[in-house]
């Protein structure tokens, strides 16, 4: 599978009504916004009241990306914002399958995201019970930062898990993903490509979508 998810973070936020526009004609398939705390992260992006405003700019699948402690708190609004994808942080949930669980229960699909140090192989007794797992390809907390490269081999990595377990979970990589680095991605079993400044900083961003898909075709 080769789903693009533009990351909201890399948008020009005082023109969100624009920028949705183009991402409503593209190709992209999920919308990515990234949570920050000031806490999980070094940084603090943006919360409900903007997320709120923007669902009502989409009817397209939201992947909500919560970079912050303790994320099962907010279960019910992630729910009530219409998420689809409820991205929670392995490093962040001391009860990662009560919060998997309680993620379903609410009606979304579960994504736990790993930070670039954290292996693969800490999600081996959870694995069958997700329905993506997210790779961290940088480290969280800012956008336009350098792909790490030894996250394709996590992703190899991943992939095996996956298949020697029989899960159904879906890969995603989030962070340094562009034309350079997508192919490269996809050549190592991913299936969504998360992509912040490379679209929203390109001269054409409709065709820096199509242009990303069809590298991970
Ligand atoms: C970083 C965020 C990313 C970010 C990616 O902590 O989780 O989603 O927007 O930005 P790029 O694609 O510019 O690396
Ligand atoms: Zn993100």
């Known amino acids: 599978m080769n789903l693009i998810a533009p990351s909201l973070l890399a948008a020009d936020f005082g023109n969100l009504e624009r920028e949705m526009e183009w991402f409503n004609r593209s190709e992209a398939d999920w919308l990515h916004l990234d949570v920050m705390d000031g806490v999980f992260v070094p940084n603090i992006s943006f919360g409900f009241p903007v997320m709120e405003s923007v669902a009502k700019l989409t009817q397209k699948p939201l992947d909500v990306h919560l970079m912050i402690v303790q994320p099962e708190k907010f279960i019910s609004q992630v729910r009530d914002l219409g998420a689809a994808v409820m991205n929670v942080h392995q490093e962040a949930c001391v009860h990662l399958h009560r919060t998997v669980y309680a ?99 390109a001269p054409d961003p409709v065709a820096e979508v199509a242009a990303l898909k069809a590298l991970t075709a």
Not at 165 to 183: F, K, M, W, Y
């Open 103 to 201: 993620i379903h229960e609410a009606g979304m699909k579960a994504a736990v995201s790993l930070c670039p140090s954290t292996p693969v192989e800490s999600l081996t007794d959870i694995i069958q019970d997700i329905d993506v797992v997210m790779l961290m390809t940088v480290n969280p907390g800012f956008g336009g930062q350098k792909f790490i490269t030894h996250s394709l081999d996590k992703a190899r990595r991943l992939r095996q898990l996956i298949e020697s377990s029989g899960s159904h979970a879906l890969i995603e990589v989030d962070g340094g993903v562009n034309r350079q680095t997508a192919p490269l991605l996809h050549e190592a079993g991913v299936d969504v490509f998360v992509t912040g400044s490379a679209v929203f900083g």
